[in-house]
């Protein structure tokens, strides 16, 4: 982490937009810097060139123990072929309807374009498929198949007050929250009560010279 700033990995087929937002209104000073990594990439990283990542659970090559995460969001399955492919005319399918299908690991320029040919299919994220913007393949959600999820995570050898601040973010704390790094606002001075005028009635004129006389 730098003194400045903070380092974010994100995956592919992540969108921090609304945090880097958030960030940049109320940490002005303080730069972001947000680096796209494979999910392969994100375990080394952590800790050497980023200070945090928005990766895929679990992270490849890092001990459960090692980390702090915060579980965001689960991504929709998909099974991706050729644009001429039968499961086309589907809106789902399931694992038992690509069984019999060769299946390709992993999501990379180079599987795509195998299944893009015509030899096979690959299982992703439907986010990662979106983030491609591949038009010469065709993806179908898969219903029963497991979901991947993405969370926030860092070392716990990472801390500092930019790193709190970040997970605040996340977490939807807002700038004046006791865990945010802004002052609470002042307390505001109670409105004084205004007294009211008095509505003594006037005294007769016989009461008047009355009191008068006695003097």
């Known amino acids: 982490m ?21 960030w940049h ?10 680096e796209a990594i494979t999910d392969e990439q994100a ?38 072929a050729a644009k001429d492919h039968p499961i086309k005319v589907f809106d789902t399918v399931t694992l038992a309807d690509i069984a019999d299908e060769e ?8 599987t795509l374009d195998i299944v893009a040919a015509g030899h096979g299919v690959a299982r992703m994220p439907q986010a990662v498929l979106r983030a491609t913007g591949r038009r010469d393949v065709v993806g179908r959600p898969i219903t029963d198949a ?3 999820r993405i969370g926030l995570v860092w070392r716990r050898t990472t801390e500092g007050p930019l790193v709190d601040e970040f997970i605040g973010i996340v977490r939807g704390r807002t700038a004046n929250s006791s865990r945010g790094s802004a002052e609470p606002p002042a307390p505001q001075p109670k409105p004084r009560r205004v007294a009211k005028e008095s509505k003594a009635r006037p005294k007769r004129a016989g009461q008047q010279r009355k009191r008068r006389q006695t003097r």
């Open 103 to 110: 299946l390709y690991p992993g999501w990379d320029d180079a």
């Open 25 to 34: 209104d109320r940490m002005p000073e303080a730069a972001l810097r947000i």
């Open 43 to 80: 375990g080394p990283a952590l800790g050497d060139t980023l200070d945090m990542a928005f990766a895929r659970l679990p992270v490849d090559g890092v001990e459960a123990g090692e980390l702090h995460v915060i579980p965001l969001w689960e991504e929709t399955p998909v099974v991706v």
């Open 2 to 22: 730098t003194t400045d700033g903070l380092v974010i990995g994100v995956v592919t087929g992540v969108t921090p937009d609304k945090w880097v937002r958030t």
């Open 146 to 148: 497991e979901p991947t």
